[in-house]
């Protein structure tokens, strides 16, 4: 294999084949697999720590888990992640995983719930990461990151302030910048979802309605970015200008491609979510019946033993 080196970061001397996109492979500086591989690892002893205690947690959480890290692993620990610095039509895939699919994944996972049930309580120093996060949970700063006023903005800059600006060229000549990225596009996705998926204590829980709102709110923004790099008739940025020779790949052509991924891809998150929402409201609005039922028969069924009561004594009396 030859590997041609591209801005001093590795890429792949052979044109992309299946076989060929998921070999692993790391970079340097690669943050991102290395934390795919250890959050597995602490979910599964959390999981395993958590049955031991009798108390049961739900497989599909596991099995989100371990989707949403594979899917991690899968677009930045591989020749994939190499290829998507040649190739926009890649990089886009790779950018629609870590900030849409990968949190997604995640955050029905719970993870925050599994780990506030499996750390060590207490005031010594075993209890100090439990008591971290919850203060993380409860802080001033936690909630103004989680506000939509942050995180619709930030969803909808990463888009158009990375791509239509010089911000993406400058980020993708240096390794670092690279793994910055990557790892942007995983903390805004997770920012963004956490309140509107809601499997989780979050620093701000948000009604049904207020959760479709948000989740809405960026669509059009997210298709119009998709259909504007796909109409572009120029190179939207430099660094998939010259793709290698010899694989026969059309810049242009090959951002068309980008944007219809961008474009694409946002239907298919946005649907997943709304699945969810839709249900948890159904849910809710079904207990809160219930409840209502209940609290009505109590009223009656008091009502009820308070006249027959009454018709006793005056039975009584007679």
Not at 36 to 64: F, N
Not at 73 to 95: I, K, P, R
Request: proline share 7%.
């Amino acid at each position: 294999m030859d590997h041609g080196h591209h801005s001093g970061m590795w890429v792949p001397g052979e044109p992309p084949t299946l076989g060929r996109l998921f070999l692993p492979h790391l970079e340097p500086w690669s943050v991102l697999p290395v934390l795919s591989v250890l959050g597995l690892v602490l979910y599964l002893v959390a999981v395993v720590r958590l049955r031991r205690t009798g108390v049961s947690w739900p497989w599909w959480r596991t099995a989100s888990w371990v989707a949403g890290t594979v899917s991690l692993f899968a677009v930045t620990g591989t020749w994939f992640n190499g290829y998507s610095m040649v190739l926009f039509s890649l990089h886009m895939t790779q950018h629609m995983v870590l900030s849409m699919l990968t949190p997604l994944l995640l955050l029905c996972a719970a993870p925050v719930t599994l780990a506030l049930r499996t750390l060590p309580r207490g005031k010594d120093l075993a209890g100090v990461p439990r008591a971290l996060l919850l203060d993380g949970l409860h802080s001033r700063v936690a909630q103004a990151i989680c506000s939509p006023a942050f995180t619709i903005p930030l969803f909808i800059a990463s888009l158009y302030g990375i791509y239509f600006t010089p911000l993406f060229d400058a980020l993708m000549s240096s390794p670092v910048g690279h793994q910055f990225m990557l790892t942007h596009f995983v903390v805004v996705g997770l920012l963004f979802f956490g309140p509107v998926l809601a499997q989780d204590p979050w620093p701000r829980q948000v009604g049904h309605g207020g959760r479709l709102l948000e989740l809405m709110a960026p669509v059009p923004f997210h298709a119009f970015f998709g259909v504007a790099v796909m109409l572009s008739t120029s190179l939207v940025v430099e660094t998939f200008a010259e793709p290698p020779a010899g694989w026969g790949t059309d810049a242009l052509r090959d951002q068309g491609v980008a944007g219809g991924i961008a474009w694409s891809f946002g239907e298919l998150p946005t649907a997943l979510v709304l699945v969810v929402v839709l249900g948890s409201w159904m849910r809710s609005e079904e207990r809160r019946a219930r409840r209502l039922d209940r609290a009505a028969d109590r009223t009656e069924d008091a009502e009820l033993e308070a006249y027959n009561a009454r018709l006793r004594a005056l039975a009584d009396n007679r």
